[in-house]
């Protein structure tokens, strides 16, 4: 396999892990102040991802950093082409991680329900951007071959990137709706999670079909085969989540929900094979693995650099989650 495939396997993993691990993430942080009603039992549903919530962003600042390596021309003209996205994005994470860390320095009801409408915030945001970035580039951007950008911020919204929004958005409440039925010790919290599930899911349902209509009429994602049909098997997925979160299996539900959002990114990324950003003036202007990647004397440098530290990484999360895999209650919330 030539270093620029790899690299693109690669990124798609990366992404396809965030989205999975940050998925329930921004759910469970978007449901929280909506879900608890008393104080306490918002701090049980902050504290199922208080643990982890730093280390699933880690993915985002991976797969950041190794777009920038081995396709520094994407990296620029993705960044210049999301600047204003990307900054409101930028502010509510920071916020979000502000929030996590200040919460619980004030014994004061107002304090902690303005940090965890903060909290709200920076999961909801980038959760609703990230399907309006995701949409924009499997449709095409105005780029010209230089590899610049000549839209506006405006053009980044339409009725399909904002119909992607709302379904990047619901899926991932539905996805932390179905984490905290793993989570919680409460079984009331558990049922009203239960609860949360069927109302986001029915709403992402929705969203998916409309997306799936638009996907298929605005891009050329359907004319890959494997594509297609990873993201049928997407829906496919998500629906048999949904009946059996409906049925009370909750694991089975959670299950599902994180196939559904691995499927959709691997449909995503092997629609867009070999381009990384679509042009929509001419689709020779299109950046793809090779006019946008480095030398391969970078990404064999990188290559190895990954096969060292990667398993690192994997084996430091997947010890964390295992420390924390017990179920939250209200006798936790005075442990960090």
């Known amino acids: ?27 469970v942080g978007g449901l929280a102040p909506f ?7 918002r701090g049980m549903i902050i504290r199922t991802i208080g643990p982890v919530w730093d280390g699933n962003e880690v993915w985002m600042i991976t797969a950041g950093g190794a777009l920038f390596a081995a396709f520094p021309h994407v990296y620029s003209t993705m960044f210049s082409t999301f600047y204003l996205a990307l900054f409101l994005m930028l502010v509510a994470l920071i916020l979000r991680g502000v929030a996590f860390e200040l919460r619980g320095k004030a014994d004061c009801l107002c304090w902690r329900r303005f940090w965890e409408g903060c909290i709200a915030f920076g999961s909801i945001v980038p959760a609703f951007l990230w399907g309006v970035a995701v949409t924009n580039l499997i449709a095409g951007l105005p780029i010209n ?15 399909y990137t904002i119909v992607g929004g709302f379904t990047f958005l619901t899926v991932f409440l539905f996805h932390g709706a179905a984490f905290l039925t793993q989570r919680l010790g409460d079984y009331g919290l558990v049922l009203r999670a239960r609860d949360f599930a069927l109302k986001t899911g029915a709403a992402a349902i929705f969203f998916f079909v409309l997306c799936f209509v638009l996907t298929a009429t605005k891009t050329d994602l359907f004319h890959s085969f494997p594509a297609a049909l990873l993201l049928v098997l997407t829906g496919v997925l998500f629906i048999a989540g949904y009946i059996s979160m409906g049925q009370g299996k909750f694991r089975g539900s959670f299950i599902c929900s994180s196939l559904a959002i691995v499927a959709v990114s691997c449909s995503f990324f092997t629609g867009l094979f070999p381009r990384l950003m679509v042009s929509s003036i001419n689709p020779a202007f299109s950046l793809t693995i090779e006019n946008a990647s480095s030398t391969p004397y970078t990404l064999s440098i990188m290559t190895v650099a990954a096969l060292v530290l990667v398993p690192i990484v994997l084996i430091y999360q997947g010890w964390c989650y295992w420390v924390f895999r017990h179920r939250v209650t209200g006798k936790d919330l005075g442990n960090h």
């Open 1 to 27: 396999m030539e270093l620029n495939v790899l690299w693109f396997v690669l990124i798609t993993v990366l992404f396809t892990g965030f989205f999975f691990l940050e998925g329930f993430d921004y759910g």
């Open 35 to 41: 879900m608890g009603r008393t104080d306490e039992e």
């Open 145 to 159: 071959n230089e590899m610049h950008y000549l839209g506006s911020f405006y053009d980044l919204l339409s009725a």
